[in-house]
């Protein structure tokens, strides 16, 4: 019988987490499930905690929390014979969305419990392993005015759209290239990411037509993209309406490294770090997760 390790993150999705929990220990008491919790204390906790639970012997470590937890969570599931598992309560949870993995908790506890393993694939961004989506310009532009709302707002969604908008009116393009294994391309770039996963941000489906476990990356680059043209590709995004459009470029490639000026920090699974000059590179096979049956 398989032995699970809930690592959980009590504070996610704006404190909901421990209320979740709670939800989640109820479900598996009444079905008589082997199971431990470790609760994170501070930031990076959560990759501690999942090692500790590999050296005790822990078949399925999961991640309960939001895309940060997943992230620190995965960090030590990572190549490794053990399964991680995810009961996502964040804000966003893009991480679950390709995997279809629902929020609700009784039906993400059924998927833990009897889904299916499956192998993807992970990401690299200068030496630094991602698992979602990695990027340059315009969202990370997004995530740092987020973090200037955020003291002023009462939800992180809001704080967000405020630093969307300020982005937007401080829209900055790029004259970058991009060289990818069969060849160089130049452009003058509002934002590019790179991933295995398809959406960021809280649900904007940039990387529609990716698929977790084919061995590429999925990039997708906007381009010479003015204020108004902004505005109404946006929703684009959000809906994964975007591929075809002229001003967007969608390539599936191993890696692809990126030069531009102005240079633009990156974000690596929405955390934000030095960026440009910069190469994201796909590692193929890289962890072994539990979701739907494919036959569900």
């Not at 991602?130 to 009462?154: S, W």
């Not at 010479?224 to 043209?229: K, P, Q």
């Amino acid at each position: 019988m398989e032995r699970f390790c809930l690592v959980a993150n009590p504070v996610s999705g704006s404190g909901n987490g421990k209320k979740y929990l709670e939800q989640v220990r109820a479900i598996l008491d009444a079905r008589g499930v082997e199971y431990a919790v470790k609760e994170t204390q501070y930031p990076g906790h959560a990759t501690l905690l999942a090692k500790e639970a590999i050296d005790e012997g822990f078949d399925v470590i999961v991640a309960v929390g939001g895309d940060g937890t997943l992230r620190e969570t995965a960090m030590s599931v990572l190549r490794t014979d053990r399964v991680l598992g995810l009961l996502p309560c964040g804000t966003g949870n893009d991480y679950a969305r390709p995997l279809h993995i629902p929020i609700d908790a009784q039906a993400a506890v059924d998927i833990l419990l009897n889904g299916e393993n499956r192998v993807v694939d992970a990401g690299e961004a200068n030496g630094t392993v991602f698992f979602n989506i990695a990027g340059f310009g315009f969202d990370v532009d997004v995530l740092d005015y987020t973090e200037e709302f955020k003291p002023k707002c009462r939800n992180g969604e809001t704080a967000y759209r405020l630093g969307c908008l300020k982005a937007v009116l401080g829209l900055k393009l790029r004259k970058t290239t991009l060289t990818f294994p069969d060849g160089t391309i130049e452009q003058n770039v509002l934002m590019a990411a790179a991933g295995v996963g398809t959406h960021f941000g809280g649900g904007m489906n940039v990387l529609p037509e990716s698929d977790m476990s084919d061995g590429l990356l999925d990039v997708c680059i906007a381009h010479d993209v003015n204020r108004l043209r902004l505005l109404s590709l946006l929703p684009k995004f959000i809906k994964g309406k975007h591929i075809g459009l002229p001003v967007i470029t969608y390539r599936k490639a191993t890696e692809v490294s990126v030069v531009c000026d102005p240079v633009s920090r990156i974000e690596v699974d929405g955390e934000r770090m030095d960026g440009t000059p910069v190469t994201f590179r796909v590692l193929p096979k890289a962890l072994t997760v539990r979701a739907p049956k494919r036959n569900d």
